[in-house]
Structure formats: structure tokens, C-alpha cells
């Protein structure tokens, strides 16, 4: 299971930080991350780290902003948001799978979601 917390609103240029915990049995290689929606729109990619030491991988849209990491002694994630944007407003979604696969950046690829959570910037 995963359980996210965090989000809230805040003015364009602000911060905010969620946080994910995944609890029952996972190993150093379990993928987690966040997708994020739009009413009426698809899902979006926004990050996801492989496994307990290895890469993260972001969107381009939040790259340089948005920093993804992993307290492994927790099997918590972090997903620190900075210099937010109106545009980063959506319900973000914490998610996880056991292995690292290419196509990351897929929700289709992930079996395990977190209840969401809503991040709304204003301008």
C-alpha cells in the first residue's frame, strides 16, 4: 500500500513537499513515484526513482524544479516542488512497481496508487 501526504495550495513561485510511504513488503529494487491529473486529462508522468539507489527520471516540465528522493530506512519518497507554477496544479498520484522498467513514464506500468493528492497554484 501507499500512502501519500502532503499538498495544498500556495502561490506561483512557492513550495511544497509530498511524501509517500510504501508499507508491507518491498525490496531495494521497488520503483516508486508520481503522476499527477488534470480533471478531464490523461494522467502525467512527473518522476519516478528505480529502486532504492538508483537514477530518477523527470518530466521536462517540472525538470530543474521538482527534486524526487528516497528515505530507503522508511520506504518513504519525497517529492520536494519549488518555483511552482499554475500549471502544476493537479491531483498527484504516488505510485509504485517492483522493477524498473523503460517505460517509466507510463501509468499503464503501474500497478500500485496511492490515494491522490491536491496541489493547487494560484498566479
Known amino acids: 500500500q501507499l500512502q501519500a501526504s502532503g499538498g495544498g495550495q500556495v502561490q506561483a513561485g512557492g513550495s511544497l513537499r509530498l511524501s509517500c510511504a510504501a508499507s508491507?513488503?518491498?525490496?531495494?529494487?521497488?520503483?516508486m513515484g508520481w503522476f499527477r491529473q488534470v480533471q478531464g486529462k490523461e494522467r502525467e508522468f512527473v518522476a519516478a526513482?528505480?529502486?532504492?539507489?538508483?537514477?530518477?527520471r523527470y518530466a521536462d516540465s517540472v525538470k530543474g524544479r521538482f527534486t524526487l528522493s528516497r528515505d530507503n530506512a522508511r520506504n518513504t519518497v519525497y517529492l520536494q516542488m519549488n518555483s511552482l507554477k499554475p500549471e502544476d496544479t493537479a491531483v498527484y498520484y504516488c505510485?509504485?512497481?517492483?522493477?524498473?522498467?523503460?517505460?517509466?513514464?507510463?501509468?499503464?506500468?503501474?500497478?500500485?496508487w496511492g490515494q491522490g493528492t491536491q496541489v493547487t497554484v494560484s498566479s
Open positions: 505510485v509504485g512497481r517492483t522493477y524498473w522498467t523503460v517505460a517509466y513514464y507510463s501509468a499503464s506500468q503501474y500497478s500500485n
Open positions: 508491507g513488503q518491498t525490496t531495494s529494487e521497488y520503483v
Open positions: 526513482k528505480r529502486g532504492a539507489y538508483g537514477n530518477t
